[in-house]
């Protein structure tokens, strides 16, 4: 009986929500449903599972996601402290029992539901009783803004029996859901319990979302690819617009390397280095002239993540693909023997390009970099081994992988693939010449090699020594804190978590630090003298004790950061150590695919670019950066393909189309930075882009 009045209210409240909050009143015909059952792909830890785990179907009337219980406080699904990461998404499966005519969907996140970097997302997914498969009705950003609020999906009268909310790229220690309100403009009332059998079987479907050139279906937008007669057209008239570029940067300017021509000189020494000129560090080229690396990352162009085809533990082709292109045809775009993975990249190139597309993309690919302003390529210079190189000044990035779980050597925590390093574990250095002995000798002569960076944003803070504390022996890292304590205490204070002082934690990180780059660049002086030692990439500000404790070893700092502030890292300016912005990157969000720091439209990301970009060559520190990345991910919107990231970071799509607008300004703030850095003094150095939008949007 209460929920009868609940609706009666409910229907009233909604057209003064709808008002308030979205913009347009919704019907006060509305109804909201109180019938049915759900079932959590991963139940929370207080409803939902039985006494091994197991999912169990929920009630719409007694669920904390469907009984009203808004208006109640503490009331949420809660995951709790210690659930595992999901490296996709998770899915919660609703059941209303008969078709329905819905109107609106929305979410209501629980206190405390937080955001992980910026990347997590929710998407609605339906299907009607007699529809083969589901249909996304929407995908949003869990809160680029910060701000957290109720997520709603219009669903614009449609007819679903079935509903799946797909949750991504969320740690589920981080997720707390309040609330899941439908709203339908019909009044039926089924009866009967839960069919636990079609509830699993529909909890493990997939929406559909990807055409047959992996665009997403569910968007429209000027340019999208609606024909392989459409790819050629493009190709043939890019060709034109390039028919003069060079493939090498501009003989009278340049020299081979990029390094410019006018102004001083120096002895050429066969590779690169740092100088510091009149007050400005730079990178010298091989041939003694100055350089400021304008990098692309991921400068092959190669897709990460290509996405698995067949439904698991099956060989039935998954329900995400509207089609998949013709393996015969196209059995470059077919990873991962017996072709269980998909390129679309590769397909579209040679639809593209030709049977012969390897050879006339990599032409086109380095003569686009060349016109658009770009000399080389600060990470990920070729994600695809097979790619043909392009031949560009580059970072190399090293890796333990041969030793790879091989060994024991000390990792502590998880994050940056597979958990910091111990470097007081001796196996840290013998694995690591172990690993990288013949690379280095290999590539010791290569003058197109800037230098190296080891591992990406893997190192320690303040965090990493409170897990040191808490691993068990044998622990070399433990080991040297308990001797470092006893050194600075001489025994007069007891070794725990609990008595080292944050001075304590600084020091120790400091000396964590030095030990670690001192074993990497012991190695690379034994193997490879000629390359420039680069730090390691470390995420967005690092932890400061971390990235300068060793930097004697190092000939400069790099980091990744996707944030729109220019400034971001003057707290290293002290310092006086050259730097590098290995990775950063803007996004638009829409054609489903998500980001890290938005904008509104192309022409606002190009001029955010040139904003940012033309900062960095005005600051005496910095002598070179990284846009992440030539080419966008996959439009991943539920997290299904596995890899992990749906961004829109490229500066073209998946159909190898340039997003010429932002284009546009990137060209221009390239070729402006040799200006901005060579001016005589630090006011003559005036960086554009006030007023540029900063709201997201399509």
Known sequence: MWMKHWNRFFSFACVLFGCLFFGSPLSAETNRIGQGYYLYEIPPTNEGRRS????????????????????????????????QMVSGGLTILFDLKVDRILEDIIVLPGPGFMNWHGMAGAAISYRADADPFYCVSGYQLLWPDGKERALHFPMKNVKA??????ISRVPLDKLNLKEVIFLATDSRNPSGGPDEQILKTEIRREPRFLDRYGQYLYEEWAGKIKSDDQLVREAQAEDRILQNQLLVPDPEKFDIYGGIKKGPSFPATGFFSLKKIDGMWWLITP??????????????????????????????????????????????AYTHPPASALNFVEANLKRKYGHDYKDKWCVIQKKRLLDWGFNGSARWYRNNPKAKPLEMPHTETLWLWKTWGKTDLGRIGSYGGGGAIDPFDPRFKSDLEADQKDWLIKNKNN??????????????????IDLVMDKPAPCPARDALAKFFYDRYKGGKAFSKTNLSKK??????RLASRTYYKTIREILNRYDGNHLFLGSALSHLGCEEWATGGIEFLDALTFNSYSDDPKLHAVYDKYEKPRILTEFGLSVFARGLGGWTFCPDHRTRGLKYRQMVESFAANPY???????KMGDDLADIGGYSGYGENFNLGLRNICDQ???????NIR????????????PTASDRQIPGKGIPNKVGN
């Open 52 to 83: 091994d785990g197991k999912p169990l179907p929920v009630s719409f009337e007694t669920g904390l996601l469907t009984d009203g219980s808004e208006i109640e406080p503490g009331k949420s699904a809660r995951w709790g402290a210690g659930s």
């Open 161 to 166: 029996r079935f509903i799946q909310l797909r």
């Open 287 to 332: 041939e003694g002239h100055r350089f400021f690396l304008i990098g692309i990352d991921g400068a092959d162009g190669t897709l990460l993540g290509p996405v698995p085809i067949y439904q698991k533990g099956t060989s039935r082709i998954r329900e995400i693909f509207e089609e998949i292109p013709d393996p015969l045809k196209y059995p470059e």
């Open 447 to 464: 003058p197109w090699i800037i230098g190296y960076v080891f591992e990406n944003e893997n190192g320690w803070d303040y965090d990493t």
């Open 504 to 509: 304590d934690k600084s020091d120790f990180l």
């Open 622 to 628: 910095v002598v070179g950066f990284g846009w992440f």
């Open 658 to 664: 340039p997003y010429w607008k932002a284009i546009e």
């Open 668 to 679: 221009i703030a390239n070729r402006n930075i040799y200006d901005i850095r060579t001016c």
